[in-house]
């Protein structure tokens, strides 16, 4: 681009296409008539271009002008937009927003997101809601959220939203460090203990429900539905010594820690996105354009 084009150059050309001629042009953007006459000369020559045909009844855009004023009002309209969103931190900053997200997300990259949003808009009170698929999406659809996290769901229950993928993420299934199975890598081995298995309303059931059935596995005798975090750590490292079926986020800290161990089991299948779901057709506030985003922010820290 031409560094010598300056705003008051497309402000001038985009005005005078507006007004249809230099005179009304002037008069509404407070200029002389031989001042706006001099700034189109001076954008003409720089684009080696003729924008405008003038003659006593006013003005007409030649067909360069026709193309150029399309990019024109864009770049105007971009940078009133950004004045805008500027303006409207402050806003922000003493806004409040809703977020829903899911355990793995709420584990792994929620803290993060906040963690950035604060700094950001620190006066900002912030409602964090966790639970399962099917119940944040009906929230989010009847307003109650403002914005949910996590991972994509079938198309009929994603008819309305907009989703905007983070990541990719897995299923893991771990057990504690001193399980029998500990290390072992058969998913048909697990059938002996307590499975926690993931509920009909999570959204990676479907996903652990197919790697069941490519491996052949049917429903195991002794099998607890919960999407519970909490639950899943007591029921795993308690005396009971559960199998867990999870999404990696939600023991990703676990597993590194060394409190939970992963069986080498392939769960390539349940690979699913994760990302920002919110209401296709509406315009976000400003709190909440501002903590999409802080979660982009964070997902781009920890790429």
Known sequence: MDRRIKFRHLEAFVGISRAGSLKQAAMQLNLTQPA?????????????????????????????????????????AALQHGLTSLA?????????????????????????????????????????????????????????????????????????LSFTQLYSEHVVVVVSPDHPLAGKGRLTDISAYTVLYPPPNAAIRPLVDRMMIAQGIAQFPDRIESASGAFGRAMTLGPIRAVWIISHGVVEADIAAGRLVPLAIETAITAGPVGIMARAEEDPSPTTRLFRHALIEAQNDGS
Do not use: Y
Not at 37 to 52: I, N, P, V, W
């Open 88 to 160: 409207s931190l402050g806003t922000a900053a003493a806004g409040h927003v809703s977020i829903g997200a899911l355990p793995s997300v709420a584990a792994k990259l929620l803290p993060a997101a906040v963690s950035h949003f604060r700094a950001l808009a620190p006066g900002a009170v912030i409602q964090v809601e966790e639970g399962p698929h099917s119940h944040l999406v009906e929230r989010l659809r009847s307003g109650a959220l403002d914005l949910v996290v996590g991972r994509l769901g079938r198309p009929e229950a994603m008819t309305g």
């Open 36 to 76: 706006i006459s001099k700034t189109l000369r001076e954008l003409e020559d720089f684009l080696g271009a003729r924008l405008m045909a003038r003659d006593r009844s006013g003005v007409a855009l030649t067909p360069q002008g026709e193309v150029f004023l399309q990019f024109a009002q864009q770049s105007l």
